[in-house]
């Protein structure tokens, strides 16, 4: 019961809170997705939920997220139209916050899958999907981060799950760690091309 007090309480708080915070309201905003799902793993924790009540909690989850950010940048925006900023909020929330954020929940997720592994269930290895995953994974993370302007994100945990590969083994973190190492192979080929990272919409690539 503590742990339902604990989300109706996440609710209450973040989907309340930023209507009175003024100018702070976005930023508190944020936190928001955070709050209240995370209070929601911790009933389904509490509740030891079965596999597919997890599995319908994860999706209305992901439609709370999605829906909840397309709220905040849209109502971010609007709230600045009448002052001529609708612009550079919109370039601020697309370009930069939303690509970090967005990134970074991806660079999460394949820090999460090895550490699902170790902790979880064990993985049969099967090469060719190994390599598929690697090659889809690393090279769109490489387009997606270095049109995202957001590429720097991408070396550090490359370098941590490299290590973690060199120390442990499963073909969960090889891949993830693969895919990650790809990724900066080709942003540092990218970069001595270019001599910088520009975007490819800047090279009229896209």
Do not use: K
């Amino acid at each position: 019961m503590r742990a339902l007090l604990a989300f109706a309480a996440a609710v209450f708080v973040f989907h309340n809170l930023p209507t009175f915070a003024g100018r702070f309201g976005d930023w508190i905003d944020l936190v928001t997705p955070f709050a209240v799902l995370g209070a929601a793993a911790l009933v389904l924790l509490a509740l030891r939920a079965p596999l597919w009540v997890a599995a319908l909690a994860l999706a209305a989850g992901v439609a709370f997220a999605d829906g909840h950010g397309i709220h905040l940048a849209a109502n971010s925006i609007r709230g600045v139209a009448l002052a001529g900023e609708a612009g550079d909020t919109a370039y601020f929330w697309d370009e930069r916050f939303g690509h970090i954020e967005w990134h970074l929940g991806w660079l999460g997720l394949l820090v999460a899958f090895p550490l699902a592994e170790r902790f979880g269930r064990a993985t049969p290895s099967r090469p060719l999907a190994a390599a598929l995953v690697v090659l889809m994974l690393g090279s769109t993370l490489f387009g997606s981060t270095v049109e995202g302007q957001d590429w720097w994100l991408v070396p550090p945990v490359a370098l941590a799950l490299a290590a973690w590969a060199l120390v442990c083994q499963g073909p969960v973190l090889r891949s993830c760690a693969g895919a990650l190492a790809l990724a900066g192979l080709l942003m540092a080929v990218w970069a001595a091309w270019h001599s910088g990272m520009p975007e490819f919409s800047d090279l009229g690539w896209i």
